[in-house]
């Protein structure tokens, strides 16, 4: 493995970090969308627009970690000094791309389940006053929501590291294409 196949793999863990903190920020801004429309135009307006912004920047940083990690790795120059050395690791990007997907996936799962059990905990023992369900049942969808994407991450960790690694492959086929056109 030589040293733009490291940076790669480690440009693809720090987005699927990004996606642990993405999905429960993205849940809880979907849960909580309607509760904030009682609240004045213009603070419904500040707090939707910043949110929009975060998660747009959120969706432009995964874009780029799983599908321009080439770019990254031009732009910030992360092979300087290292271009001829070869990195032996036992295993194919596939394989290591799959297993820091499931124990990501893992990861949210055994998060998630702990403040599943409190908010449901929390619902039945609000369970005389009807409009106090409303925010225990928010806690429980984000939750639940949360359970879900590990519970998906973890199951179908291959497939997604296969995805991965295929749109990788194009990239770099892409940009082999385009610099012997280049050089021509």
Do not use: C
């Not at 213009?42 to 998660?55: K, Q």
């Not at 124990?103 to 006053?129: A, D, H, K, M």
């Not at 998906?152 to 960790?157: Q, T």
């Amino acid at each position: 493995m030589n040293s733009r196949t490291l940076w790669t793999i480690i440009i693809k863990v720090l987005g699927i970090v990004l996606i642990v903190q993405f999905i429960p920020y993205l849940v809880q801004f979907i849960a909580v969308l309607p509760l904030s429309i009682a609240r004045p135009f213009s603070e419904f307006i500040l707090m939707a627009g910043i949110s929009t912004l975060t998660i747009v920047v959120y969706l432009f940083l995964l874009w780029l970690s799983f599908f321009k990690t080439s770019w990254i790795i031009d732009r910030l120059r992360l092979e300087k000094g290292m271009e001829n050395q070869k990195i032996e690791f036992p295993t194919d990007r596939k394989v290591i791309l799959s297993i820091v997907i499931m124990v990501t996936g893992g990861f949210i799962l055994v998060r998630s389940i702990p403040g599943l059990l409190g908010s449901l905990y929390q619902f039945s023992q609000n369970s005389n006053v009807l409009f106090q369900h409303r925010v225990s049942a928010n806690g429980i969808i984000i939750k639940v929501s949360e359970a879900l994407i590990g519970l998906l991450l973890f199951v179908y960790g291959t497939p997604i590291g296969n995805y991965i690694d295929k749109k990788t492959k194009n990239e770099i086929t892409e940009e082999g294409n385009n610099v012997d056109t280049n050089h021509e």
